[in-house]
Protein backbone atom coordinates (compact mmCIF):
# COMPACT_ATOMS: atom_id res chain seq x y z
CA UNK A 1 0.00 0.00 0.00
CA UNK A 2 1.43 3.44 -0.75
CA UNK A 3 1.70 5.92 1.51
CA UNK A 4 3.09 9.06 1.91
CA UNK A 5 2.52 11.18 4.82
CA UNK A 6 3.95 14.44 5.98
CA UNK A 7 4.80 16.14 9.22
CA UNK A 8 6.06 19.39 10.43
CA UNK A 9 3.74 21.73 10.11
CA UNK A 10 2.41 24.01 12.83
CA UNK A 11 2.06 27.65 13.46
CA UNK A 12 4.67 30.17 13.75
CA UNK A 13 5.09 33.80 13.35
CA UNK A 14 6.46 35.41 9.95
CA UNK A 15 9.73 35.18 9.95
CA UNK A 16 10.13 31.74 11.46
CA UNK A 17 11.22 28.79 10.16
CA UNK A 18 9.98 25.37 9.54
CA UNK A 19 10.90 21.69 8.16
CA UNK A 20 8.36 19.63 6.81
CA UNK A 21 9.18 15.91 6.34
CA UNK A 22 7.60 13.85 3.53
CA UNK A 23 7.84 9.96 4.85
CA UNK A 24 7.37 7.36 1.75
CA UNK A 25 6.45 3.79 1.62
CA UNK A 26 5.25 1.12 -0.18
CA UNK A 27 6.80 1.98 -3.52
CA UNK A 28 10.32 1.77 -4.69
CA UNK A 29 11.13 6.02 -3.79
CA UNK A 30 14.64 5.72 -5.24
CA UNK A 31 12.76 5.39 -8.99
CA UNK A 32 10.36 8.72 -8.69
CA UNK A 33 10.73 12.11 -8.64
CA UNK A 34 8.89 14.33 -5.80
CA UNK A 35 7.38 17.49 -5.50
CA UNK A 36 5.69 19.72 -2.64
CA UNK A 37 2.42 21.68 -3.16
CA UNK A 38 0.28 23.55 -0.58
CA UNK A 39 -3.49 24.61 -0.84
CA UNK A 40 -4.83 27.74 0.66
CA UNK A 41 -8.50 27.95 1.72
CA UNK A 42 -10.34 29.26 -1.36
CA UNK A 43 -7.24 29.25 -3.70
CA UNK A 44 -5.93 26.33 -6.17
CA UNK A 45 -3.36 24.15 -5.27
CA UNK A 46 0.05 25.63 -5.97
CA UNK A 47 3.43 24.27 -7.01
CA UNK A 48 6.08 24.77 -4.43
CA UNK A 49 8.90 22.74 -5.17
CA UNK A 50 10.33 19.61 -7.00
CA UNK A 51 13.49 17.16 -6.85
CA UNK A 52 14.12 14.73 -9.17
CA UNK A 53 14.59 11.04 -8.30
CA UNK A 54 18.28 11.02 -8.06
CA UNK A 55 18.18 15.00 -6.41
CA UNK A 56 20.77 16.22 -9.40
CA UNK A 57 17.73 18.80 -10.09
CA UNK A 58 15.39 21.26 -7.59
CA UNK A 59 12.82 23.78 -9.02
CA UNK A 60 10.99 25.89 -7.03
CA UNK A 61 8.28 28.49 -7.38
CA UNK A 62 9.01 32.00 -7.82
CA UNK A 63 7.26 32.37 -4.91
CA UNK A 64 9.64 30.65 -2.63
CA UNK A 65 12.78 30.63 -4.36
CA UNK A 66 15.36 31.62 -1.83
CA UNK A 67 13.55 30.84 0.75
CA UNK A 68 12.79 27.55 1.01
CA UNK A 69 14.61 24.13 -0.30
CA UNK A 70 13.78 20.79 -0.54
CA UNK A 71 16.05 17.12 -0.22
CA UNK A 72 15.24 14.14 0.28
CA UNK A 73 17.04 11.30 1.19
CA UNK A 74 16.96 7.99 -1.20
CA UNK A 75 18.09 5.72 1.82
CA UNK A 76 15.53 6.63 4.13
CA UNK A 77 12.63 7.19 1.54
CA UNK A 78 11.73 10.96 2.90
CA UNK A 79 11.75 13.87 1.25
CA UNK A 80 12.03 17.21 3.28
CA UNK A 81 11.38 21.10 2.29
CA UNK A 82 13.03 23.50 4.58
CA UNK A 83 11.04 26.66 5.20
CA UNK A 84 12.75 29.91 6.11
CA UNK A 85 11.32 33.47 6.25
CA UNK A 86 8.26 32.38 6.44
CA UNK A 87 5.59 34.86 5.22
CA UNK A 88 1.60 34.66 6.13
CA UNK A 89 0.94 34.30 2.63
CA UNK A 90 2.97 30.60 2.91
CA UNK A 91 0.04 29.70 5.06
CA UNK A 92 -1.61 26.78 3.49
CA UNK A 93 -1.60 22.74 3.64
CA UNK A 94 1.40 21.14 2.45
CA UNK A 95 1.83 18.11 0.39
CA UNK A 96 4.41 15.85 -1.11
CA UNK A 97 3.50 14.03 -3.88
CA UNK A 98 5.75 11.09 -5.74
CA UNK A 99 5.39 11.22 -9.94
CA UNK A 100 7.49 8.22 -11.53
CA UNK A 101 10.55 9.17 -13.68
CA UNK A 102 13.66 11.41 -13.02
CA UNK A 103 12.53 14.70 -12.90
CA UNK A 104 9.50 16.56 -11.29
CA UNK A 105 7.20 18.52 -12.65
CA UNK A 106 5.03 21.58 -11.43
CA UNK A 107 1.37 20.11 -11.93
CA UNK A 108 0.01 17.82 -9.37
CA UNK A 109 -2.24 16.22 -11.93
CA UNK A 110 0.98 14.36 -13.29
CA UNK A 111 1.78 12.90 -9.97
CA UNK A 112 0.82 9.40 -9.29
CA UNK A 113 0.68 9.68 -5.82
CA UNK A 114 -0.02 12.20 -2.77
CA UNK A 115 -0.03 12.60 0.67
CA UNK A 116 -2.91 14.09 3.06
CA UNK A 117 -1.13 17.11 4.02
CA UNK A 118 0.38 19.46 6.98
CA UNK A 119 -0.97 22.69 7.96
CA UNK A 120 1.48 25.26 8.21
CA UNK A 121 -0.03 28.87 9.54
CA UNK A 122 2.12 31.82 9.57
CA UNK A 123 0.80 34.54 11.22
CA UNK A 124 1.58 37.96 11.19
Known amino acids: QVQLVESGGGLVQAGASLRLSCSAS????????MGWFRQAPGKAREFVAT????????YYADSVKGRFAISRDNAKNTVALQMNSLKPEDTAVYYC?????????????????RGQGTQVTVSS
Open 97 to 113: AARYGPRGRPTVSEYDY
Open 26 to 33: GFTFSTYA
Open 51 to 58: ISRTASTV
